[in-house]
């Protein structure tokens, strides 16, 4: 597609159960990170995926997050047992390479709220 | 322990006026800075970026400045529009990898006409 899709948009889920982001990303990207915006707070790296490489999970805050990227293109973020805490937009972005020379696109996010 | 920080958390400019946007960062392994602009409900938006081997790009109305012995950068807007209208954050990466970019918490600029 033209950008980095994510679904759903918005998700409201009641504490405990487990969760599925979705996120397309630009066709021909080879890296792909999940990032999350808590409210008042900026930008929080979770995971980076680049090419067949092991991904960098460096920033997953728990155990109970998880990521995987199928066939190099769409990943999926899974978050278990979802808490209060978890509340926050989850931000998908790619870029064709590693350098961040024009920095990568982001999709639209998706609102995760924990009730 | 907060590596790039935005200690405005809103800005009003009139339109037409320059507006100054600021981030300060605590790591020196950081090289290479962004600024990223977010409308609601959209994924930020790459607008500008900077290396740590100069002290300063323009592209058009946006202008990013370095100061590497003070760990400043400010974005200056000039002439103020009111679509420029948005969140504006700053990201610094070290080895101008795109491993992993830190954020800060952003400056709502609000653009007054």
């Known amino acids: 597609g033209a950008g980095v899709s994510q679904s759903p948009s918005n998700k409201v889920t009641e504490k405990g159960k487990d969760v599925e982001l979705r996120c397309d990303p630009i066709?021909?990207?080879?890296?792909l990170y999940w990032y999350r915006q808590s409210l008042g707070q900026g930008l929080e790296f979770l995971i980076y995926?680049?090419?067949?490489?092991?991904?960098?999970k460096s920033g997953l805050p728990s155990d109970r997050f998880s990521a995987e990227r199928t066939g190099g293109s769409v990943s999926t973020l899974t978050i278990q047992r979802t808490q209060q805490e978890d509340s926050a937009v989850y931000l998908c972005?790619?870029?064709?390479?590693?350098?961040?020379?024009?920095?990568?696109?982001f999709g639209s996010g998706t609102r995760l709220t924990v009730v | 322990d907060q590596q790039v920080k935005q200690n405005s958390p809103s800005l009003s400019v009139q339109e037409g006026r320059i507006s100054i946007l600021n981030c300060d960062y605590t790591n020196s392994m950081f090289d290479y800075f962004l600024w990223y602009k977010k409308y609601p409900a959209e994924g930020p938006t790459f607008l500008i970026s900077i290396s740590s081997i100069k002290d300063k790009n323009e592209d058009g109305r946006f202008t990013v400045f370095l100061n590497k012995s003070a760990k400043h950068l400010s974005l200056h807007i000039v002439p103020s529009q009111p679509g420029d209208s948005a969140v504006y954050f700053c990201?610094?990466?070290?080895?101008?990898?795109?491993?992993?970019?830190?954020f800060g918490s952003g400056t709502q600029l609000t653009v007054l006409p």
């Open positions: 990201a610094a990466s070290a080895s101008g990898s795109a491993r992993q970019l830190t």
């Open positions: 995926f680049q090419g067949n490489s092991a991904p960098d």
């Open positions: 972005a790619s870029s064709a390479s590693s350098v961040v020379d024009y920095g990568y696109t």
């Open positions: 066709s021909g990207h080879t890296a």
